[in-house]
């Protein structure tokens, strides 16, 4: 069964750092690439990076780009999110979900504010 | 970035009717669209594939369908469990891009 769990998340002030994991199980993680997608409170879904299986690639939206760093370690079958220089709109439920978007995390929870 | 432009963002539903939700894309997609059914406090869960196909153990009442730059989740037989929020994705390129989302309500 595929599991994805997601930790490290919390609150924390603006322009301070939190990095979230998620320990993947029930599948070849090293073989597939990954992805956060977070959703602030009683919005839609948006797509924050990806990765590829190897990890040699790294994609970011426009508004993350130089301030989140998306990571992998195949031999933990984890993926992180190093998110920094954090905002009040970064305030969202992240999820770490395969990026073929079919299986997904419970989700954890980030919030920013002073 | 590719637009995925959903409609209704809400609708008044009765069980047992058959709903459409529809999605435009704002360039070509190809096959590369998703729906998922979120319900509240939960995971979003993947109903539909590659525009048309069915994830594993959706009930046969959900269906996707596609014409053109419009991409449709169509849901027969309303059941209780379907009262959710839907939304689409576009994957074909990055970004990937969801639509904003369409909140099912009870009459």
């Known amino acids: 069964e595929v599991q994805l769990v997601e930790s490290g998340g919390g609150l924390v002030q603006p322009g301070r750092s939190l990095k979230l994991s998620c320990a993947a199980s029930?599948?070849?993680?090293?073989?597939?690439?990954m992805a956060w997608v977070r959703q602030a409170p009683t919005k839609g879904l948006e797509w924050v990076a990806s990765?590829?299986?190897?990890?040699?690639?790294?994609y970011y939206r426009d508004s993350v780009k130089g301030r989140f760093t998306i990571s992998r370690d195949n031999a933990k079958s984890t993926l992180y999110l190093q998110m920094d220089s954090l905002r009040s709109e970064d305030t969202a439920t992240y999820y770490c979900t395969r990026d073929l978007f079919d299986y997904w995390g419970q989700g954890v929870m980030v919030t920013v504010s002073s | 970035d590719i637009q995925m432009t959903q409609s209704p963002s809400s609708m008044s539903v009765s069980l047992g009717d058959t709903v459409t939700i529809t999605c435009r894309a704002s360039?070509?997609?190809?096959?590369?669209v998703n729906w998922f059914q979120q319900k509240p406090g939960k995971s979003p869960r993947r109903m539909i594939y590659?525009?048309?196909n069915l994830a594993d153990g959706v009930p046969s009442r959900f269906s996707g369908s596609r014409s053109g730059s419009d991409y449709s989740l169509t849901i027969s037989s309303l059941e209780s469990e379907d009262v959710a929020d839907y939304h689409c994705?576009?994957?074909?390129?990055?970004?990937?891009?969801f639509g904003g989302g369409t909140k099912l309500e009870l009459k």
């Open positions: 360039q070509d997609v190809g096959i590369y």
């Open positions: 029930g599948f070849t993680f090293s073989n597939y690439y």
């Open positions: 994705l576009q994957y074909d390129e990055y970004p990937p891009t």
């Open positions: 990765i590829t299986n190897s990890g040699g690639s790294t």
């Open positions: 590659r525009a048309t």
